[in-house]
């Protein structure tokens, strides 16, 4: 018999009917019974809740959980975040509960570095091969820090957080930070990289990924689910959204598409705050006009040192003052000029205002920190849903071409560093949105007060 997690706001539980021969549970995993509702602490209707917020994956993918939870604890919730262990100490430093699940992610990506360098089928081949990887942890360490929580949120590839919730009898929904991960006719999922493609292509694509995804990852998560005393699923990718998800973008960037029904879209989760900044860099700005900012968040590099050398020849040939984020790829390391600055990690939402023009991966939160500040972007798309950010950059009228980070050259990056620095209508454009984005900051969704309402009813409801 197969589970579905969610089935009309109630938690659908119980011990799978299975026939046959049980293949042998993965290293990591324990086998564990599906736990009733009535052998857990519960929830009364607009109760307190103990809420696991779990994400996979990057900076990009855990920060806009972190924020999620400080707002569930102001709400007067308690807050464990399950993540991948090298994010112990930012979870720390915003007081929270933390329980590790899986692997140290970004040890994970700069050994797969040379892969974010080339082509979508290197690039599938290593993502595919992590998730493998790391599935027997994902289901053992959620289910130990999950167990006595009351309701579980997820984002990123966390694949494991609806078949937890489905065991433990607790209900169960994902963030999405893009569209494309939302099936539609209206684009081409996540992991295909070319975003303006017809509909009857997406369509095609569409039926192609859930069959993949099933191919490949399908026995591995299945086995895992067998350990938790579930049925087998056949839709990997329903399975991993669950019922009911929630779209995490700024409408006016990227809202629902119109072909989707039932997800409601609450805003990008990262704050946008007028912070301070470190002294010196604060130093650098006042020194000089408007520097470009150029950073590439959690992507790594295989050779920093000489994309770091690329970097200041585009720098010279425009003749520009720059910020450099030495992110993940670990950007510097060399000798700098006097008008070139590389910085660890500061709040883009600070930063990103005193800049001229913002180069950077095509995240999902950095593409919304700087529309929200009003500056052009440069999108360098290195994987996934980068690809649909530089598309709806282009659209929008607020950056020039994408750049690809395979074929970057310093050429290539001075001809649009001095696009975005010389080109009024760009600068008013970006400008534009920006005003209308920090509008719309007091009057979007409280995602909240829409979390946990479905899961406070469904909690009620399985009990």
């Not at 919730?165 to 494309?180: I, K, Q, S």
Request: net charge neutral; with cysteine.
């Amino acid at each position: 018999m197969h589970h579905e997690v969610m089935r009309e706001g109630r938690c659908c539980v119980g011990h799978a009917q299975r026939t046959g021969r049980s293949d042998q549970a993965p290293t990591h995993t324990v086998r564990y019974g599906v736990i009733s509702p009535s052998e857990r602490n519960g929830t009364g209707d607009g109760a307190p809740m103990k809420v696991a917020v779990t994400a996979e994956g990057t900076r990009g993918d855990i920060f806009p959980m972190l924020a999620l939870a400080k707002r569930f604890e102001a709400a007067g919730h308690e807050v464990l975040i399950c993540a991948p262990p090298d994010f112990a100490e930012a979870t720390a430093e915003r007081e929270l509960a933390f329980h590790p699940v899986g692997r140290d992610i970004r040890e994970c990506l700069t050994a797969e570095a040379a892969s974010l360098h080339g082509g979508a089928l290197a690039m599938a081949r290593a993502a595919d091969q992590l998730l493998k990887e790391n599935v027997g942890r994902q289901f053992a360490d959620l289910y130990a820090g999950a167990r006595n929580c009351d309701g579980i949120v997820s984002a990123g590839t966390q694949i494991a957080a609806s078949s937890v919730a489905e065991a433990l009898g607790v209900p169960h929904r994902f963030v999405a930070y893009d569209p494309t991960l939302l099936r539609s006719e209206m684009h081409p999922p996540v992991f295909f990289p070319h975003p303006n493609t017809p509909r009857w292509a997406n369509r095609l694509l569409w039926r192609m990924q859930s069959r993949l995804l099933q191919f490949s990852m399908g026995r591995t998560v299945n086995r895992a689910r067998r350990s938790l005393g579930l049925a087998p699923t056949r839709d990997l990718y329903r399975l991993m959204l669950g019922m009911r998800p929630l779209l995490a973008t700024d409408d006016r960037l990227a809202g629902v598409p119109e072909d989707v029904e039932g997800v409601d879209c609450i805003g990008c989760l990262h704050p946008f705050n007028e912070g301070s900044l470190p002294e010196k860099l604060s130093a650098f700005l006042d020194s000089g006009p408007e520097p470009v900012y150029i950073g590439f968040g959690s992507m790594t590099d295989p050779d920093p040192k000489r994309s770091t050398a690329m970097l200041l020849d585009a720098i010279e040939r425009a003749g520009v003052r720059a910020v450099i984020s030495e992110g993940w790829a670990g950007l510097g390391g060399i000798a700098l000029p006097s008008h070139v600055m590389v910085i660890g990690a500061v709040d883009h939402s600070t930063l990103f205002q005193r800049v001229r023009a913002i180069v950077h991966h095509g995240g999902a939160g950095t593409t919304t920190m700087a529309a929200r500040a009003g500056r052009p972007q440069v999108i360098v798309p290195h994987v996934l849903d980068q690809f649909h950010w530089a598309a709806r950059v282009g659209r929008l009228g607020i950056g020039p071409p994408p750049l690809r980070r395979r074929h970057l050259s310093a050429q290539g990056l001075a001809y649009s560093l001095r696009s975005v620095c010389e080109n009024e209508w760009l600068a008013e454009s970006a400008s534009e949105l920006g005003v209308l984005l920090r509008a719309d900051l007091l009057s979007r969704m409280d995602p909240i007060a829409a979390l946990t309402a479905s899961m406070t009813a469904a909690t009620t409801d399985a009990g």
